[in-house]
């Protein structure tokens, strides 16, 4: 995690509730300047651990901006996570309009710009 957060990769990073304080005091300095988003979970280790194939799991990020909201939209109590939701709802925004651009871009080299 702290490898992807300071690579500038991390879209969400996520922390268990029983995680340490350290953890979280971690997540949250990986993040610290950046667009990234830190979240403490309402699901222990062990449940995230046992999502995705571990006897535990206590931070993970994730790079995928569209997985990344699509996981926060499907934890409960979603207004405690507005604005997390908010600056992630943004950034897909802002990479659908990126890749529409290059789309654009790559059909404009490939078949010449008319005038």
Do not use: C
């Not at 268990?16 to 979970?41: I, M, P």
């Not at 994730?62 to 909201?69: C, H």
């Not at 908010?86 to 005038?115: D, I, S, T």
């Amino acid at each position: 995690v702290g490898a992807v957060t300071r690579a500038l990769k991390a879209r969400l990073v996520i922390v268990a509730s029983d995680a340490g304080d350290h953890t979280w005091r971690r997540a949250k300095s990986f993040v610290a300047g950046t667009s990234q988003q830190a979240v403490r979970l309402p699901h222990t280790k062990d449940e995230l651990g046992m999502a995705v194939g571990r006897t535990s799991l206590a931070i993970a990020a994730f790079t995928d901006i569209s997985l990344a909201l699509a996981f926060m939209k499907a934890l409960p109590e979603q207004e405690k996570y507005a604005d997390v939701l908010e600056a992630l709802q943004e950034q897909e925004k802002r990479q659908k309009q990126r890749q529409k651009e290059a789309k654009a871009h790559a059909r404009n080299v490939r078949f010449g710009k008319k005038k």
